[in-house]
């Protein structure tokens, strides 16, 4: 019988010391990580320097019709688990099926992504958003459902107003060469106060294999006023488009490569080749990285010349199933981790800039974490005192945007860099819900702060340790990109 009630005390006890599922210390596991956090990390505006939201969906202060489209509509991730999960095509991208049909199967596949992250991501959207603190599953799907769509109705929750209540004080889009920018300009003259400033992503100028790219080339000198028959032409019309995007406000760059390149070529050569693509004849595998090799080089020229920042994402293999791309089209969910030998080229690629006085601001942004190190101590090759944490190691992006990943991202940096001096987190994202990622971020960060003070591994310098968070968290970005 004694024995018995000392299970049952013991039992009570481990109770006591459970942590509630996302409560306000949620990630921060010690004291210090807690006060790092609630007192200075959470306070912080969010700059979300690299995202994919819709510039007219900004301008026009786009109302949700229902929590389906501003959750499920676009979102691969979410469609992606759906699909691992059993669930008909139809019910993630289909047109066939209404919203209800849609959300339904997204709850009946919540409570199999316990340890994806996309538990997390979709709590701390609905705790934050919404105030639901209720789990999702097939058994709330209805009463979150409707409570989400009653809120949508108000006006607190149109596009801008989430971006408000994000406290959010700039996003730069992701934006090729030949959009008009005109969405960014209404967002601007209608006074609102939070900046959208356009990005340069010149990936359809570049991946010169891809089918229609002479239909491209086309649209690329009817917006520009050049008539593009020689890759002398095409570097006129691109340097144009480059000082539009200058006068609306662009300040970085970005772009989308498997891998780097450093295929040595001659100017004749390059002409050679783009004429090839403009008559439709097949390229070899050299010619293509001989010229993606001659057209970053282009770009990092044009950017150091306007004092952008250049960022470069690699090691996606994208469109794999073919059968779904040709039904769907890119980014819908069929994409993954490469494995590209690729550090002797990119460091031969940011040679050439450095030796030309050409290398700009940069961050570097890789799929594969096995490449973590090799980014972290590739940065510190070019680093030149012209101002802090010029080479930039970018955030876990995409399958490492994570709590594993991004705590590797940090660690590499840690130890190889200087973390002090990192820009910090972005949500690469298409959907008005994901600014949590920053405070995801955030709270990782303390935590990892945290703990190693009450571990000793730091001292409790309470000055310094509140200074980098907050710097990481904001300051670097805000001082980094120039958008002010």
Same mark, same amino acid.
């Given at each position: 019988?004694?024995?018995?009630? @000392? ?16 409560? *306000? ?6 004291? +210090?990580?807690?006060?790092? @956090? ?10 979300? @320097? ?5 510039? *007219? ?31 008909? !095509? ?10 209800? #049909?849609?959300f339904e199967k997204w709850a009946e596949t919540m409570p199999y992504t316990f340890c994806n992250p996309l538990y997390h991501w979709s709590h701390l959207e609905l705790k934050t958003a919404f105030g639901i603190t209720k789990q999702l599953s097939p058994k709330t799907a209805r009463e979150i459902y409707d409570?989400?769509? $009653?809120?949508?109705?108000?006006? !607190? ?15 730069? +889009? ?8 005109? @969405?960014?300009?209404?967002?601007? $003259?209608? &006074? ?16 010169? #294999? ?36 200058? *006068? ?5 760059? /970005?772009?989308?490569?498997? !891998?780097?390149? /450093? ?7 390059? !002409? ?7 008559? &439709? ?19 990092? $020229? ?23 791309? /040709?039904?769907?089209?890119?980014? +819908? ?14 460091s031969h690629f940011l040679d050439e800039l450095s030796k030309e006085g050409k290398l700009t601001r940069t961050i570097l942004y890789c799929l594969n974490p096995c490449a973590n190190e090799v980014l972290a101590t590739m940065i510190g090759n070019f680093q030149d005192g012209s101002c802090p944490g010029k ?16 705590t590797k991202q940090l660690k590499a940096l840690s130890v190889l860099g200087l973390l002090s001096r990192f820009v910090g987190m972005l949500t690469d994202s298409r959907s008005f819900l994901s600014y949590p990622r920053h405070e995801y971020f955030r709270r990782l960060l303390c935590n990892l702060l945290g703990?190693?003070? $009450? ?30």
């Amino acid at each position: 019988m004694n024995n018995l009630i @000392y299970l049952i005390e013991d039992n009570q006890n481990i109770k006591s010391f459970m942590k509630q599922f996302m409560d *306000e210390n949620f990630l921060l596991e010690t004291a +210090t990580s807690q006060e790092l @956090y609630h007192n200075h990390a959470a306070k912080m505006p969010i700059i979300d @320097y690299h995202c994919h939201l819709v510039p *007219e969906m900004v301008a026009n202060d786009h109302k949700f019709r229902s929590i389906t489209e501003l959750w499920l509509g676009g979102d691969h991730y979410k469609w992606r688990a759906m699909r691992t999960n059993g669930v008909e !095509e139809k019910y993630c991208t289909g047109e066939d099926t209404n919203d209800w #049909e849609k959300f339904e199967k997204w709850a009946e596949t919540m409570p199999y992504t316990f340890c994806n992250p996309l538990y997390h991501w979709s709590h701390l959207e609905l705790k934050t958003a919404f105030g639901i603190t209720k789990q999702l599953s097939p058994k709330t799907a209805r009463e979150i459902y409707d409570e989400c769509n $009653e809120k949508l109705q108000q006006p !607190e929750f149109s596009a801008r107003g989430l971006m408000r209540h994000y406290h959010v004080e700039c996003v730069c +889009t992701t934006d090729d060469p030949i959009d008009d920018l005109r @969405y960014h300009k209404k967002t601007r $003259e209608s &006074g609102f106060e939070i900046k959208m400033i356009p990005a340069w992503r010149p990936d359809k100028a570049m991946n010169i #294999e891809k089918p229609g790219y002479a239909e491209y080339m086309s649209q690329l000198g009817e917006v520009s006023g050049v008539e593009i028959n020689h890759f002398v032409d095409m570097v006129d019309a691109l340097k144009k488009r480059h000082d539009f995007f200058a *006068e609306n406000g662009c300040r970085l760059s /970005d772009h989308g490569v498997e !891998e780097f390149y /450093d295929e040595p070529y001659t100017d004749s050569q390059i !002409e050679i080749i783009f004429e090839k693509a403009l008559r &439709g004849q097949q390229l070899s595998t050299l010619e293509i990285r001989q010229y993606k090799h001659a057209f970053l080089k282009l770009c990092g $020229e044009m950017d150091a010349e306007a004092d952008w920042t250049q960022q470069y994402h690699y090691g996606a293999i994208r469109d794999n199933n073919s059968l779904m791309f /040709d039904k769907l089209g890119p980014d +819908t969910g069929f994409d993954s981790i490469g494995e590209f030998n690729t550090a002797r080229a990119m460091s031969h690629f940011l040679d050439e800039l450095s030796k030309e006085g050409k290398l700009t601001r940069t961050i570097l942004y890789c799929l594969n974490p096995c490449a973590n190190e090799v980014l972290a101590t590739m940065i510190g090759n070019f680093q030149d005192g012209s101002c802090p944490g010029k080479m930039q190691f970018g955030s876990g992006w995409w399958f490492n945007d994570q709590l594993d990943g991004m705590t590797k991202q940090l660690k590499a940096l840690s130890v190889l860099g200087l973390l002090s001096r990192f820009v910090g987190m972005l949500t690469d994202s298409r959907s008005f819900l994901s600014y949590p990622r920053h405070e995801y971020f955030r709270r990782l960060l303390c935590n990892l702060l945290g703990n190693d003070v $009450e571990k000793g591994l730091l001292p409790n310098d309470k000055e310094s340790l509140a200074r980098m968070v907050e710097d990481i968290s904001y300051n670097n970005a805000r001082q980094y990109f120039k958008f002010y």
